[in-house]
């Protein structure tokens, strides 16, 4: 079974290439979905950020996630350590889940399936995936349409850049870039070009005996995966 990660940064149309792909057949698992999801239905973790972020962040029972955006996303260090922090109690819960999907599939002979996350490349999961798919889209492209999308000011939508790996840098650890600075019917096409081809491609060989996504997580998953690298980059959730 080949194991495809689908990656960009904020705005670029992760979802929107997801969702494409979805339509074409393909198996698609969301880190954002499952992370909202896990955020409503795990009762452990939910305490845990109520613990971390305060009361204000739960409101009727559930986490309110603007009051949780406001509190992670922003230039000071106090909303850095929150972001790392919640990334730490979110992400090996995501990863557990999908790790499920995983072996589910494999149970089941699914040939393919695919993960969108935003990270990626950042904790270091490449290597578990037979592929790597990175949607791009210039910058004030991706501002405007998360501008557009969420009501956020471009201010907003720059400062959850900022937590994010260098795009430029993403795209050259890719193994496809999927452009997307033009129309949805374009990226449409480049889309279902890329799947093709990345249909007919042979699973990627071991590098090593435990070269998969399981022992990439088991082995290589580490807290100060979600420190701020020394070069400036930070991450989102
Ligand atoms: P995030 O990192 O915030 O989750 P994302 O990378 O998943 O974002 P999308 O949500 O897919 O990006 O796209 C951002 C917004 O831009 C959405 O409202 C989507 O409908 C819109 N969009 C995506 N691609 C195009 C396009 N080619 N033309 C017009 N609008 C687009």
Redesign the pocket.
């Known amino acids: 079974m080949k194991i495809i990660g689908i990656t ?12 494409l792909l979805r339509k074409r057949g393909w198996i698609v698992y969301s880190s ?1 979905e499952i992370s909202k999801e896990l955020m409503q239905t795990d009762v452990e973790l939910k305490t845990a950020i109520v613990e971390l972020l305060g009361a204000g962040v739960e409101k009727d029972g559930l986490l309110d996630t603007d009051a949780i955006a406001a509190l992670v996303f922003g230039n000071s260090v106090q909303h850095r350590n929150r972001l790392h922090a919640l990334n730490r109690l979110v992400h090996p819960r995501v990863l557990a889940k999908h790790m499920m999907n995983i072996e589910r599939h494999r149970e089941l002979g699914s040939p393919l399936i695919a993960i ?1 996350t ?1 990270l990626l490349f950042e904790v270091g999961l490449q290597h578990g995936f037979d592929y790597v798919i990175v ?1 791009d ?1 210039p910058k004030q492209v ?1 501002i405007d ?2 501008v ?3 009501g956020a000011t471009a201010a907003d939508v720059e400062a ?1 850049m900022a937590e994010q790996m260098n795009q430029q840098d993403k795209k050259g650890l890719a193994d496809f870039v999927i452009d ?5 019917e ?2 449409t096409k480049t889309v279902n070009s890329t799947a093709g081809i990345v249909e007919v491609m042979p699973e990627r060989p071991p590098q090593s005996d435990d070269d998969d996504f399981e022992s990439e997580f088991e082995d290589g998953y580490d807290e100060d995966d979600f420190e701020p690298e020394e070069d400036g980059e930070n991450l ?1 959730i």
């Open positions: 960009g940064g904020i705005g670029s149309g992760k979802s929107t290439v997801a969702d954002d969108e935003a949607v889209a991706c349409r998360v557009a999308r969420s959850r997307n600075s033009s129309t949805l374009a990226l989102k």
